[in-house]
């Protein structure tokens, strides 16, 4: 039964890190919006299988990453509060993950809904041709 305490509490506190993310983190809320927004778009366009598979992924590749940029921002300015160029550099090089994670979501999500949205697009200009 201590187990089973025990796996419920360590849900609160992974829901309380969470909360504060999505409470104070705008680069976070940022990107839980662009995901969301993702989402919806796999549910209009009813892509396929794996597509929407490599999408979830990288969603939560960018929103992880953003997550380990945040911790290793907390744990550097307990360590090292006056800026001290490790200590910036540090901050730096997380933010460069997050940016390159991101860039490589934008590259898949661009090559998976390119040809939903060129479909969509084209059939929509042979009805005013033919009008």
């Known amino acids: 039964m201590d187990n089973i305490h025990k796996f419920f509490k360590s849900f ?7 909360k504060h993310m999505l409470k104070n983190e705008q680069s976070f ?6 995901g969301l927004f993702v989402i919806i778009l796999m549910f209009i366009f009813s892509i396929r299988g794996w ?4 999408l ?9 990453m953003e997550l380990i940029n945040t911790i290793f921002e907390r ?3 307990i ?18 993950a997050v940016l390159i994670s991101s860039i490589g979501a934008i590259v898949v999500g661009i090559t998976i809904f390119y ?9 929509n200009n042979l009805v005013f041709l033919y009008n």
């Open 115 to 123: 040809p939903y949205f060129k479909e969509l697009f084209f059939a």
């Open 75 to 77: 744990v550097v300015d």
């Open 51 to 54: 597509e929407k598979v490599a």
């Open 56 to 64: 979830f992924l990288v969603i939560f590749l960018v929103l992880v």
């Open 79 to 96: 360590l090292k509060p006056r800026v001290h160029p490790y200590a910036r550099l540090i901050k730096d090089i997380m933010a460069a």
């Open 29 to 34: 809320q940022i990107q839980m919006l662009v």
């Open 12 to 18: 609160r506190y992974a829901f309380r890190g969470l």
